[in-house]
């Protein structure tokens, strides 16, 4: 079943879709609606969804910021590819 969504979206985001769906001979419908298809699986897929919320922490940013806290600890550790 198919079902009709209608979306207000800025100039910002609809200039560069409807630019890259033309060089790949697509309508803009039809490659958002890949690529929301695309964003829903990867969130769907998403192995560590099942761990959010599950443990708590004194980092408030944490959800931003995690990319950075594990990079510093791995310098901290020493544990860069270099060294493996």
């Known amino acids: 079943m198919n079902h009709t969504l209608r979306l207000q ?3 910002t985001l ?10 790949m001979g697509r309508t803009p419908e039809e490659l958002a609606i890949d690529w929301l298809a695309a964003a829903v699986q990867e969130y769907v897929d998403d192995p560590l969804e ?3 919320g599950a443990f708590s922490s004194n980092i408030p940013d944490w959800a931003d910021q995690h990319d950075r806290y594990i990079g510093q600890s791995l ?4 544990n860069t590819e270099e060294n493996s």
């Open 14 to 23: 609809y200039e560069p879709l409807v630019k890259v769906a033309a060089q």
């Open 75 to 78: 310098i901290n550790t020493g």
């Open 9 to 11: 979206i800025p100039e």
């Open 50 to 52: 099942k761990f959010i």
